[in-house]
């Protein structure tokens, strides 16, 4: 069994930073990828950011470049995902998900997820 454990979430303004944790623990043998998505009132939940496994490598959804920045421990079993200079539309839950083979932006293939954290941001 594999656990995903997001944290993190909050009230903010605009412009502000908050930094969401999301730890994988359980009967893991090696690193995970990971991927974060969000779902705004009303609407699809989207993609977010990803991580390959070994951290080299990393996507983020247009919206968000510039602005969030993904990072882990892998002692820790655990990916952070900074972000910076929130904007209102950014207010949704964020969903941590993990697989220990796909790194990418489809929902549908990642195994595990948490039961998200609520970030809003206020105008």
């Known amino acids: 069994q594999v656990h995903v454990v997001e944290s993190g979430g909050g009230f903010v303004q605009t412009g502000g930073s908050l930094r969401l944790s999301c730890a994988v623990s359980?009967?893991?043998?090696?690193?995970?990828?990971m991927g974060w998505f969000r779902r705004a009132p009303g609407k699809e939940r989207d993609f977010v950011a990803a991580i390959s496994w070994s951290g080299s490598q990393t996507s983020y959804a247009d919206p968000v470049k510039g602005r969030f920045t993904l990072s882990r421990d892998n002692i820790r079993n655990t990916v952070y995902l900074q972000m910076n200079s929130l904007k209102p539309e950014d207010t949704a839950v964020y969903y941590c998900a993990a697989d220990r083979r796909y790194y990418g932006r489809d929902d549908d293939q990642y195994n595990f997820w948490g039961q998200g954290t609520q970030v809003t941001v206020s105008s």
């Open positions: 359980g009967r893991i043998s090696s690193p995970y990828a």
